[in-house]
């Protein structure tokens, strides 16, 4: 601080840091739940809960990146690392939007239970994860079928004898 005038001079300071931080070191690791429209449970077999992490799996060529993922009948928790170009709204509209119709493709039948097309419900909730609690995150998600007392349906055909 120079005495007579008050100021301060910040010329040839620095944060005494010498590290240089390489690439986007920013992670955007949310836990988020989509519930099916009107709470119609979906998920008791295993082609649908396929189809739905092929449709989410597809949002990858967007920049998303999926970890875990835990069905409970109705609904379907997942953990995503989403770009930094877009909010957590945006990623939500683009997920469900794209999962909707991937669903309705690969399981004509939704519409007849969805005649509008919504296959989503208004209701989301998402969580950020973060590096440290994403172990912890991932446990959860892996015991949705456990803590919900669902039991999934395999559908394999079985050879004819």
């Known amino acids: 601080m120079n005495g007579a005038t008050g100021k301060i001079n910040l010329k040839n300071r620095s944060s005494g840091s010498s590290k240089k931080i390489s690439g986007d070191t920013r992670n955007n690791w949310v836990t988020m739940m989509f519930v099916t429209h009107n709470r119609y449970m979906c998920f008791r077999r295993q082609t649908h809960i396929d ?5 989410l799996k597809e949002c990858e060529k967007f920049g998303f990146e999926f970890g875990e993922f835990g069905f409970a009948g109705n609904h379907v928790h997942f953990q ?3 770009p930094k170009r877009y909010s957590v709204e945006n990623a939500e509209i683009i997920l469900k939007s794209r999962s909707a119709k991937h669903m309705f493709h ?5 519409r007849k239970r969805y005649p509008r097309g919504g296959f989503w419900s208004g209701y989301e909730h998402h969580q950020s994860t973060g590096l440290t609690n994403l172990e912890e995150s991932s446990r959860y998600l892996k015991d949705q079928q456990k803590h919900h007392n669902i039991t999934v349906i395999g559908q394999q055909q079985l050879p004819l004898t």
């Open 80 to 82: 995503v690392n989403i």
């Open 106 to 110: 690969k399981h004509p039948g939704f």
């Open 51 to 55: 189809a739905c992490i092929e449709a």
